[in-house]
């Protein structure tokens, strides 16, 4: 075989390897859906989220109920709306003094027989900033909150709570 004919043969076989690579990724199906009649919207707002009771967000904090005892879902449901206002109110107060607001918190406390929070701990993320923060703008909050004292016959040494809460630039948006 001549030079020039060894090259047509070869360039024809490497059309035909690509005409085949190519028939076997050819491209002639889409996606389809079938019609649905599925809604798809915003869940109740006492639904659970994510393993929460309840979860108050705002645009710079967000604290999430994990358990409360001894108390009715709906007090609780409000006591985690107000401190998650004094939590956004507090962090942007600090970002406004030019503080660093980025941090993670829990906070597990009792309620005594009064309704007054006693007995509050508090975990926070090691981040720089985020202790003080954490105790001012969640910690110092929730030792405010006031629930309805405990009535005659329940336990009062059962009622607590415990919330997780999330602010600054981490907050999920």
Known sequence: MTS????RV???????AIGLAGAGCSGGGRDTVA????????????APTAGYDYVARRPDAIVALAEARGVDAAVAR?????LADAVEQCVTDARRRGSSVDGAARVVAQIDAGGAVANATIRVDPRAGAAATGVLCLLAPARLLVFPAASAGSAAADRGFALEAIWGASTPR
Do not use: E
């Not at 020039?4 to 090259?7: K, M, S």
């Not at 409000?78 to 107000?82: E, G, L, N």
């Open 4 to 7: 020039g004919l060894r090259a």
């Open 10 to 16: 070869g360039a024809v076989r490497l059309v035909g």
């Open 78 to 82: 409000a006591a985690v709306d107000r």
């Open 35 to 46: 019609p649905s009649t599925d809604v798809v919207g915003n869940r109740a707002p006492d």
